[in-house]
């Protein structure tokens, strides 16, 4: 081991059976297989120099180190890369610094890594942790990789512990499969976090992910990964990690979607390009949530499976761009997006406005105005005016419902009369109706002037079109004595004449405001 690292050269000590060479199987390895720990730290910390030409660096495969490894603290210059070892202790690497640090499909009881600096990579592919691993204010100078990782809790329920993680290029987490709760607050990533195809499972509290202000550059990927088999051998990166996949998978790849068991918070985050939610499924007790108060984003691509139960929180959040299903809301009770902020909406699939308006009911259970106008406002910024009088219609209907018998029935009124002034066609047409009946009752009339002298010509046309029209005189009313049933036709058409002018009004006035 002492001449491999000198010469740079990978020290093998693998038997070459696929069942022996398996770290993660639970059988003892030959003693010839062991090196111990404090060895590999004199190695790493204080190493002799390399031969003439060659280039230091610890390179293992299928070797068992014994002990804790224990580097905290310490600066390891030479590359590191553990192919397929097992550590028999956990392995401590606090406020260590790497230039690169890769285990690939290692046997980890513990990583305990706070405050660890590398320059370039960590890679922690395929390896499985059974208690836990803490990556708390770490700084990783370009990328973190940690597909197919397998990471059980540690004493607090957690399996990755990485609040305030840095990392200055993508964090790789596909495939991942995790028993505990995910913890990113406050991490930052520097271009893209994809967790395609990756289990997260929490049996054990309210969050499998809890990544409040989280910090994205680019995307965030929450959505199916394609994984070939063909590729499980590969020593070097990507090491056969699953691939994003588009609606249509590529033959011979098996896909595997999102799935999150327990709640997901990202409240707070900022993600400079998406958050991508195609075919994710949220499995949630009714007590769970998820969670995107106040994020803010581009483009939201929500299209996931409808959650079953839990809550679905886009209070206060700000998006540019909605990309939605109609089938991937859920139902009354189980959406809140008080203030929710968007300005264009991109439904894929059948998405008709009744069913828009059953999403915006679903999230207010009492009456708020201001999802209505927000839907309206972006129908409307999207030419698609008479949508936006529909929306806005609907607002005025579900207002009906929270006022006073009076104010209800004023309201009935106004909906069967012009439809709160958002179809004033409607007036035209009633004011045509009544006109049309009073001068045809009138004609059958011939009242007596109440000054015989001081009046005009009889017109029962033009009489009754002056009763039905208020303020404006057109010279008949006033100058006609009207008996018995007479009066009443005239009450009514001027009382009808007042109502339909007020509700054209009213409409106007709201057309005038939303210009």
């Not at 030479?78 to 690939?104: A, H, K, Q």
């Not at 015989?452 to 046309?461: F, G, L, N, R, Y």
């Amino acid at each position: 081991m002492w001449q491999a690292f000198r010469n740079g050269s990978t020290y093998d000590l693998r038997v070459h059976d696929p069942l022996a060479d398996d770290p993660m199987v639970d059988r003892p390895w030959v003693p010839e297989r062991t090196v111990r720990a404090r060895v590999v730290a004199l190695l790493l910390l204080s190493g002799p120099d390399a031969l003439p030409g060659r280039v230091a660096a610890l390179k293992m495969r299928g070797v068992q180190i014994i002990g804790a490894l224990d580097l905290s603290g310490g600066t390891v210059v030479p590359f590191v890369e553990l192919t397929g070892c097992r550590f028999g202790n956990e392995l401590l690497l606090s406020e260590c610094r790497f230039i690169t640090l890769r285990l690939i499909g290692c046997a980890i009881p513990r990583l305990e890594a706070a405050r660890l600096h590398t320059e370039g990579d960590l890679h922690l592919p395929r390896c499985r942790i059974e208690n836990g691993m803490r990556l708390t204010d770490a700084q990783i100078g370009t990328d973190l990789l940690i597909n197919q990782a397998v990471v059980h809790r540690d004493r607090r329920n957690r399996a990755i512990a990485a609040d305030g993680l840095s990392v200055g290029q993508d964090l790789q987490a596909e495939l991942i499969e995790t028993y505990g709760e995910v913890s990113l607050r406050g991490a930052k990533i520097g271009v893209s976090l994809s967790l395609r195809g990756s289990r997260l499972r929490n049996p054990y509290g309210k969050l499998a992910l809890n990544a409040p202000q989280l910090t994205v550059e680019r995307t965030l990927y929450l959505t199916p990964a394609g994984l070939s088999s063909s590729t499980y051998g590969n020593a070097t990166p990507p090491y056969g990690i699953g691939r994003g996949i588009g609606h249509t998978p590529a033959r011979g790849l098996r896909v595997q979607r999102f799935e999150c068991e327990s709640g997901l918070r990202l409240d707070d985050g900022r993600f400079g390009d998406a958050i991508d939610l195609q075919d994710a499924r949220f499995t949630l007790e009714n007590d769970q949530q998820l969670s995107l108060r106040r994020i803010q984003t581009p483009e939201l691509r929500f299209l996931c499976e409808r959650p079953e139960r839990g809550k679905v929180v886009l209070s206060g959040a700000r998006i540019v761009t909605l990309v939605d299903k109609s089938t991937s809301w859920p139902g009354p009770g189980g959406l809140s997006m008080g203030g929710f902020v968007y300005e264009n909406l991109v439904p894929l699939g059948h998405f008709p406005l009744a069913r828009r308006l059953e999403w915006v009911t679903a999230a207010t259970p009492e009456y708020a105005p201001e999802p209505y106008e927000r839907l309206a406002a972006v129908k409307r910024a999207g030419g698609e005016d008479s949508e936006a009088r529909e929306v806005l219609l609907a607002k005025q209907r579900r207002r009906r419902e929270t006022l006073p018998l009076a104010g209800k029935a004023w309201g009935i009124i106004q909906d069967w009369v012009v439809a709160y002034g958002y179809r004033p066609g409607r007036a035209a047409l009633w004011m045509a109706v009544l006109w049309a009946a009073g001068a045809l009752a009138f004609s059958r009339y011939d009242p007596d002037p109440i000054k015989a002298e001081e009046h005009p010509q009889w017109s029962a046309p033009l009489y009754a079109l002056d009763l039905l029209v208020p303020v404006i005189n057109l010279g008949q009313d006033g100058y006609w004595r009207l008996e018995g049933g007479w009066q009443w036709a005239a009450a009514c058409l001027i009382l009808l004449g007042w109502i339909l002018a007020t509700t054209v009004a009213a409409g106007a006035s709201r057309l005038l405001r939303r210009g």
